[in-house]
């Protein structure tokens, strides 16, 4: 007993490399195998089977046979309404991650130059909305936006308007409902960045005779260039594949490459297409996510 | 010079000051050296630590005092070379498996312990176990050691300064350590209180009689609390020594610089004889007299020959004396209470300076401009090698 | 400090907090109205909530939902004070850029791709190795695992960066092993961050609708999973009800939290004095 206990205690201390396998491990098997997978799939046929593809590798006669399918590329390269998905996803979460940032910012700004002791709660107010649900957060929309929702019914009451004007279905939709959801994905980074700003700087720039204007556009906000990437990254990276908002929000003109994917593979029931929009996607994606894996560390520095 | 040169020989320079330690040797490191990555932290050091005393690394930051004490306490392996408790070779020796504790420079108490549970939490790691009452005994005994026995229940965040240290001191020699290290002790305290806690922890550290290895960057806390100084620099050990020794027998220029403040003057030998040595130097009017031999050898002629400014004199008159003196102006003076520093202009430009003891409230003292001369005793200087 | 002083910050904050928070307050109060419109007031009910907890497929998926973010909290959290151990203390050892960049990927990539690549994985194993046999409450614990973990380790690892490291030092030189340096050391000073992680990771795998609508299969529907299939459907009071409860649990909890914390730093600088 007393020998294995003692093994084991000689053994634990230098597992530098059992403490990197654990949660490797899992990384390696539930995150990045699966894009191997997904690459895969995107070059095989769809198929009325289950799972719906067929395999890409076959023995028969003691041969393998590798099938690779481009046709899933082909077949997205050729329909424009593909291309419109992306580009208008991108469009999409470019200005949402610019609104998030114009009024995220002062919001950070504001916490950050907030009284100690007030900071934390303020910044608790920005955060709490985001623990309870998204799914519920974008339904209280619903309910506003509606033709008979409460601002339609609102205006109409004090008679601004006569009929009701569309809201909900349009893109005008999306865009709330993406800002108020991602609002406090901007904040957050925003603020940490600016809490730790010296405020003797700022102090030492009107030292030396900057008026308020000038200090923040030459000090605080080159200074607080990292929040900003990393706050624009963690809002503009998910928005372009995002489905719950558009779906519920936006309209039958709202085509976003979330909603695209989702009905390839739930409603088309085509899995390799659904793969090959994936795999686009991502390569579209990796240079923001690269971008926001190098100011992630930067900052942690 | 290689500092395993200078640690062969301790005995040589320890002169004069009664030390409480034995000739004992508790810890032989023997030619450490130790690189991170490309980058040398410790050159090749080699030391003796006696049982009993309290010895200090002394040195700026970066000069491998602190990479050779977490050496010591386990926490760095060395790339060569190898540390000895007494006969048994413990360079691999993992630091929980060591008889030697550490007191923290941040002092590193357990934020979400109490003071008691502090001080046990190293009696509750010994094997064979220790029984519950033995340990409370060795804690409030620890207590009352640095008059702590009405905090025993505060969480550290509740303590200040000086109380986190003498609880963090309580800690590191709850366990009888063969060997305790302090890592700049005074470090987290304002000047004041640094004063007090110096004298408390040497009390206490007598009172245990325990081996102590320190690092500071601060001469005075050094010279207050140790028998014996490493100086340290770059990795190197320039020298070993008593306080005394260190501060009036400075073996080179980095040491006598390092240690307060000196007047370093590049000098000729004009006569070199048993028992005195006249020097020349552009910068002094008269020869330097020095009433004692020092060893040279023959092709050596150039000397330093480095003048302490509290072992100067100036007056407005001329010496009487025939050597030993210069003349000047006063360039700046600076009033520090106790004593004054003159910074004189001598006739070749260079600058020097000199204490002026402020014994009297209103005395005549030379002001801006004067002309002054400024003379000293035969055994007042220090010649070194270049 | 001047913090009351007006300025353009300050009054977008304050804009800001009304826009976050009116769409909230307008959905609680109409969880009380008698009438299925939601333009028309017709007098306070508490109705919807009875319908609420007489619905017996929505029950049912809220004891699934909290039993799987209960296990994927917990899972992750354990895993992510693993990764953070290696984030922060191992800096050396071959691919690490890919363990960082699959730490940290999972936070901002779009849930559509995390749920396919996810269902393809688990489709493949099925084939290769026949685990899992079939999906459900398994195999979205461990989709929601994996990206609970990210987030967890954010969090986790900040807090151990900040730490200061002679503490654990302090305890291997009285004599603790590494675990027990680790376990009744690093790990009390840092669980304010690891109960957060843990709340974070519980809310996130309570609110996920499109990972779980790729992993799950029959009989093992989640909570948003049922919600969402209703709100497509459009507004009803209902929704309203259960929306109301959730915005109620989450701001209890955030409030005694915050208490317990404040009433802690007080009673510590009190005594401090």
New interface residues.
């Given amino acids: 007993m007393k020998g294995l206990t003692a093994r084991l205690k000689e053994k634990l201390p230098k597992g530098k490399h059992s403490i990197i396998s654990l949660p490797y491990v899992w990384l390696l098997v539930f995150f990045v195998l699966p894009f191997i997978f997904v690459a895969k799939i995107s070059f095989s046929e769809a198929d009325l089977a289950i799972p719906p593809y067929m395999p890409m590798f076959e023995w028969s006669d003691n041969l393998l046979n590798i099938k690779i399918n481009l046709g899933n590329y082909l077949w997205l390269a050729e329909d424009p309404l593909y291309w419109e998905a992306y580009a208008n996803s991108i469009k999409m979460a470019f200005w949402s991650t610019l609104l998030c940032l114009l009024i995220g910012y002062p919001m950070a700004y504001a916490i950050a130059k907030a009284p100690k002791e007030k900071q934390a709660v303020w910044l608790l107010l920005v955060l709490l909305p985001s623990w309870t649900s998204f799914l519920i957060r974008v339904y209280a929309w619903m309910g506003l936006l509606k033709d008979s929702g409460l601002i339609n019914g609102a205006l109409m009451g004090i008679g601004i308007i006569d009929e009701p004007i569309q809201m909900i279905n349009t893109n005008f939709a999306v865009y709330i409902g993406v800002v108020y959801s991602y609002l406090p994905f901007m904040v957050l980074p925003l603020y940490a960045n600016l809490v730790k700003h010296d405020n003797s700087l700022l102090e030492a720039a009107s030292d030396l005779g900057a008026i308020k204007a000038v200090s923040f556009f030459r000090i605080t906000l080159p200074l607080s260039f990292n929040g900003i990437v990393a706050g624009s990254m963690l809002v503009f990276i998910p928005v372009v594949g995002e489905y719950v908002i558009p779906e519920l929000l936006g309209g039958s003109d709202t085509i976003m490459i979330g909603k695209i994917l989702w009905q390839e593979f739930f409603n088309n029931r085509d899995w390799p297409v659904a793969s090959a929009l994936a795999v686009i996607m991502i390569m579209i994606l990796i240079i923001p996510i690269s971008l926001f894996h190098h100011f992630q560390h930067k900052e942690s520095r | 010079m290689p500092s395993g040169a200078v640690a062969s020989q301790p005995s040589v320079t320890e002169t004069g000051k009664v030390s409480r330690a034995s000739k004992d040797v508790l810890i032989k490191i023997k030619n450490i050296t130790k690189y991170y990555d490309d980058a040398l932290a410790v050159d090749d050091v080699s030391l003796d630590i006696f049982r009993g005393e309290i010895f200090a690394l002394l040195g700026a930051s970066g000069s491998g005092k602190s990479t050779l004490l977490r050496m010591l306490?386990?926490?760095e392996r060395p790339t060569s070379g190898h540390i000895f408790l007494r006969d048994q070779d413990i360079t691999q020796m993992?630091?929980?498996q060591r008889p030697?504790?550490?007191m923290?420079?941040?002092y590193?108490?357990?934020?979400?312990m109490s003071v008691e549970k502090n001080i046990a939490?190293?009696l509750q790691?010994?094997t064979p176990k220790l029984s519950k009452p033995a340990i409370a005994d060795r804690v409030s005994e620890m207590l009352k050691l640095v008059h702590m026995e009405k905090y025993a229940r505060?969480?550290p965040?509740?303590?200040s300064g000086g109380q986190r240290q003498r609880v963090a001191l309580a800690?590191?020699l709850a366990?009888h350590p063969q060997l305790l290290l302090l890592d700049e002790p005074m470090g987290a305290l304002d000047k004041k209180l640094r004063t007090e806690m110096q004298l408390e922890v040497v009390d206490i550290i007598e009172r245990v009689g325990v081996t102590c290895v320190m690092v500071t960057h601060d001469q005075e806390e050094a010279m207050t609390m140790a028998d014996r100084i490493a100086i340290m620099d770059e990795g190197y050990i320039q020298q070993i020594g008593s306080p005394v020794d260190v501060y009036e027998t400075p073996r080179n220029r980095k040491v006598a610089e390092f240690i307060g403040s000196v007047n370093i003057f590049e000098t000729e030998i004009k006569i070199d004889e048993e028992d005195r040595v006249i020097l020349t130097c552009g910068d002094v009017c008269s020869d330097i007299y020095v009433g004692r031999g020092v060893t040279t050898s023959i092709d050596e002629n150039k000397m330093l020959f480095a003048l302490r400014p509290e072992k100067t004199f100036i007056s407005k008159d001329k010496p009487l004396q025939t050597h030993n003196w210069t003349e000047g102006r006063v360039a700046d003076i600076a009033y520090l209470g106790g004593h004054s520093v003159y910074y004189v202009k001598l006739k070749s430009g260079k600058q020097i300076q000199c204490f002026w003891a402020n014994t009297e409230r209103r005395a005549e003292r030379p002001t801006w401009e004067d002309k002054v001369y400024v003379y000293w005793t035969e055994d007042a200087g220090m010649v070194m090698h270049l | 400090m001047q913090g009351q002083k007006f300025s353009f910050a300050n009054l977008m904050f304050w804009v800001g907090i009304a826009f976050l928070y009116l769409p909230m307050l307008v959905l609680i109060v109409y969880s009380f109205n008698e009438s299925k419109m939601v333009t028309v007031w017709a007098g306070f009910s508490a109705k919807w909530y009875g319908e609420l907890f007489h619905d017996a497929q929505l029950m049912s998926a809220v004891g699934r939902s909290l039993e799987v973010a209960f296990y994927s909290a917990t899972s992750a959290v354990v895993l992510a004070i693993f990764a953070s151990v290696v984030m922060v203390r191992i800096k050396q050892f071959k691919t690490r850029t890919l363990f960082t960049s699959s730490i940290t990927a999972p936070l901002v990539m779009p849930d559509v791709i995390i749920g396919l690549s996810m269902l393809l994985l688990f489709v493949a194993l099925q084939q290769a190795i026949g685990w899992p046999e079939h999906r459900g409450l398994m195999t979205v614990w461990i989709a929601h695992t994996t990206f609970c973990m990210a987030y967890s380790t954010v969090v986790i690892s900040s807090r151990l960066v900040e730490m200061d490291r002679s503490i654990e030092e302090a305890a291997l030189d009285l004599g603790a092993s590494q675990i027990k340096a680790f376990v009744q050391i690093t790990l009390p000073v840092i669980s304010p961050a690891i109960i957060s992680a843990w709340l974070l990771s519980f809310t996130l795998s309570l609110d996920d609708v499109v990972i779980a609508s790729f992993v799950t299969g029959p009989g093992a529907t989640t909570l948003p999973i049922e919600v969402f299939s209703s709100v497509r459907l459009g507004v009803t009071p209902k929704i309203n009800a259960l929306a109301t409860l959730i915005i109620g649990v989450v701001s209890l909890v955030a409030f005694v939290s915050w208490y317990v914390s404040k009433r802690m730093n007080d009673k510590l600088k009190a005594t401090a004095a």
């Fill in positions: 306490a386990g926490f993992a630091p929980n030697f504790n550490m923290f420079q941040s590193a108490l357990f934020p979400h939490f190293g790691q010994q505060r969480k965040s509740q303590l800690r590191s366990r």
